[in-house]
T-cell receptor
Framework: SAVISQKPSRDICQRGTSLTIQCQVD?????MFWYRQQPGQSLTLIAT?????????ESGFVIDKFPISRPNLTFSTLTVSNMSPEDSSIYLC???????????FGDGTRLSIL | GENVEQHPSTLSVQEGDSAVIKCTYSDSASNYFPWYKQELGKRPQLIIDIRSNVGEKKDQRIAVTLNKTAKHFSLHITETQPEDSAVYFC?????????FGTGTSLTVIP
């Protein structure tokens, strides 16, 4: 399966600032996704990153708060904007080739907001 | 949208015993069901998956069964080992969307 590199692995940020998380894949993939996982909880889909067009956001997540880029088939970024302590979580990217195929996850970014 | 329920939330077994985790889903359009294992501080990793046209799949000590009529699927781990201790997530997929269960924390007691 694809090798997925996610940066940074962790960060501690100040309230009101923004952080951009990068997800790099070693091969072209059709689908890229961004998830949030709060401590001890399940995975919640934030959005599907679409190559060449705006991301598709899930209910409860908006572009102004979580802008996403996907300039090509191997790279995507997620920005967490105007952070508050409630944004403290693990953010994971995942990739998949197409439907009826598994998603493979990056190592995640552990984000803490003070 | 799809709703996936997972039980139990925690499970403790003696080493060598079997463990069973069950999930139910609500949308009959779901057609792909992966299972992920997540060790503490690590990424979720796919351990087995099953498609809706198959009733059972086995890979060494791990097996998954699917009952489309009842809309439930289960993970079976036999001859459990301490390294099986982790959180397990089921998921149901419609198209490219994955809907995850709430997770089961499995502890295998040596």
């Amino acid at each position: 399966s694809a090798v997925i590199s996610q940066k940074p692995s962790r960060d501690i940020c100040q309230r009101g600032t923004s952080l951009t998380i990068q997800c790099q894949v070693d091969s072209q993939v059709t689908m890229m996704f961004w998830y949030r996982q709060q401590p001890g909880q399940s995975l919640t889909l934030i959005a599907t990153a679409n190559q060449g067009s705006e991301a598709t956001y899930e209910s409860g997540f908006v572009i102004d708060k979580f802008p996403i880029s996907r300039p090509n088939l191997t790279f995507s970024t997620l920005t967490v904007s105007n952070m508050s302590p409630e944004d403290s979580s693990i953010y994971l990217c995942s990739v998949a080739d197409r439907g009826l195929q598994p998603q493979h996850f990056g190592d995640g970014t552990r984000l803490s907001i003070l | 949208g799809e709703n996936v329920e997972q039980h139990p939330s925690t499970l403790s077994v003696q080493e060598g015993d079997s463990a069973v985790i069950k999930c139910t889903y609500s949308d009959s359009a779901s057609n792909y069901f992966p299972w992920y294992k997540q060790e503490l501080g690590k990424r979720p990793q796919l351990i087995i998956d099953i498609r809706s046209n198959v009733g059972e799949k086995k890979d060494q000590r791990i097996a998954v069964t699917l009952n489309k009529t009842a809309k439930h699927f289960s993970l079976h781990i036999t001859e459990t080992q301490p390294e099986d201790s982790a959180v397990y997530f089921c998921a149901a997929s419609i198209g490219n969307q994955f809907y995850f269960g709430t997770g089961t924390s499995l502890t295998v007691i040596p």
